[in-house]
């Protein structure tokens, strides 16, 4: 799978609450075509919260999918999750996708990948894409420096990344579970 240019997502567990939050940079070649696309999008109602890096038809393609194993599998993250990944990497269209998605409810965070991943990042952050290692420090740094809450670190560590990584900038999506 090709390294992802133009997205970066972040997802900050803290305390009881989680959020998640991208930019909204779209790239072609070296041209930024759109700067506030929706990367970060809630399903089943907002009890499961995703984010993508990748090709936009492709990530779009694959949400709902992962929105239709979520409902066949009662909301279940993990296993809408594995069912997922695993028609991603059985379908011979869908194999082709190229995409990364974090998954996220009041339980556990997931990175999947077309690769079959299922990881289950460790610590109170995690993120995809091509901002992603910027994010994690910001992110990872605010969570141990100060007692802000979930969705204000999710916010600062893509403003963050934005200054540093030209395929990420400020225009900050944001979704917190149970809003």
Do not use: H
């Not at 970066?8 to 930024?32: F, H, N």
């Amino acid at each position: 799978m090709k390294l992802f240019k133009g997205t970066t997502i972040v997802c900050v567990r803290r305390d009881e609450s989680v959020a998640m939050a991208g930019d909204g940079q779209v790239t072609l070649g070296s041209q930024i075509i759109k700067s506030t696309a929706r990367k970060v999008r809630p399903l089943l109602g907002g009890k499961v919260l995703t984010g993508f890096a990748g090709s936009t038809a492709d990530a779009m393609t694959l949400l709902e999918r992962f929105e239709n194993c979520l409902e066949q599998e009662k909301g279940d993250l993990m296993k809408g999750a594995v069912k997922l990944v695993r028609e991603w990497r059985m379908d011979k269209a869908l194999r082709r996708l190229e995409a990364m998605m974090l998954a996220a409810d009041k339980n556990i965070t997931l990175l999947l990948s077309g690769a079959g991943d299922i990881l289950e990042p460790e610590g109170s952050a995690a993120s995809i894409g091509s901002g992603s290692g910027y994010a994690l420090a910001a992110a990872r740094a605010l969570c141990e420096a100060t007692d802000w809450p979930a969705d204000k670190i999710a916010k600062r560590a893509i403003e963050l990344a934005s200054e540093i990584c030209i395929y990420t900038d400020n225009q900050v999506t944001l979704e917190v579970l149970g809003e």
